[in-house]
């Protein structure tokens, strides 16, 4: 079993509607990135967060500590929404773990 | 554009080819990554330098050979490599370890 799981794995939406996807974990974190990775490969990073709330633009991240989860929203989605969204935690030192990842793709 | 380069996108090599990965970073960065993702896998931590010393090592095999000649270059030297060794090399770089790391559009890698 995989220390982080995203759910869920795939995702079909259509424009405009709202998005979640899930990240829980098993181990203790420092931090929690959400990335996003598009078709041909190139990796984005969205957020870093350790407790709370981020919001940038249309992107929401929240986390809860206690319940090692967190959630990655998009308000009024779009085509170009369309990537791979991977949460990934830090345990110690430099070392991320990562998911793998939540397939999206929004429909115009 | 994340401000970190690789050189080849794509490259193909038979197993008993040498050839040799390329990442620049062009943020002034002191930290520097290597990773792999394979097909419908997490992407897996390879190398970690720092001040250009490597501080991690994954258990990757002696085929795959890193070299951080200065803050802003990353090599990865491939020999002797296997099929199952096709994926896709991402290179990362920080301010400092465990800072946001910034992803290259990376290597995707077929052996032959």
């Known amino acids: 079993k995989n220390e982080v799981e995203q759910s869920p794995q795939n995702l079909t939406a259509q424009e405009g509607e709202f998005i979640t996807i899930n990240c829980s974990y098993s181990v203790g974190i420092s931090a929690l990135h959400w990335l996003q990775q598009h078709p041909g490969g190139g990796i984005v990073s969205l957020f870093m967060?350790?407790?709370g709330k981020k919001k940038h633009g249309r992107l929401i991240a929240t986390i809860n500590i206690q319940e090692k989860h967190s959630s990655l929203h998009i308000t009024a989605s779009h085509p170009r929404d369309s990537a791979v969204y991977i949460c990934?935690?830090?345990?110690?030192?430099?070392?991320?773990?990562f998911g793998e990842g939540t397939q999206l793709t929004v429909n115009p | 554009e994340t401000g970190v380069t690789q050189t080849p996108r794509h490259l193909v090599m038979g197993m008993t080819n040498k050839k040799s990965l390329k990442c620049e970073q062009h943020l002034g960065h002191n930290a520097m990554y290597w990773y792999k993702q394979s097909a419908k896998k997490p992407l897996e931590l390879m190398f970690v330098?720092?001040?250009?010393?490597?501080?991690e090592n994954n258990s990757v095999p002696s085929r795959f050979s890193p070299e951080c000649p200065n803050s802003s270059h990353l090599f990865l030297h491939l020999h002797t490599l296997q099929p199952e060794d096709s994926a896709l090399y991402l290179c990362?770089?920080?301010?400092?370890?465990?800072?946001?790391?910034?992803f290259g559009p990376g290597t995707r890698l077929t052996v032959l």
């Open positions: 330098y720092s001040l250009e010393e490597r501080v």
């Open positions: 990934a935690v830090k345990t110690s030192g430099s070392r991320l773990t």
């Open positions: 967060l350790s407790s």
């Open positions: 990362a770089s920080s301010q400092d370890k465990g800072d946001t790391q910034y």
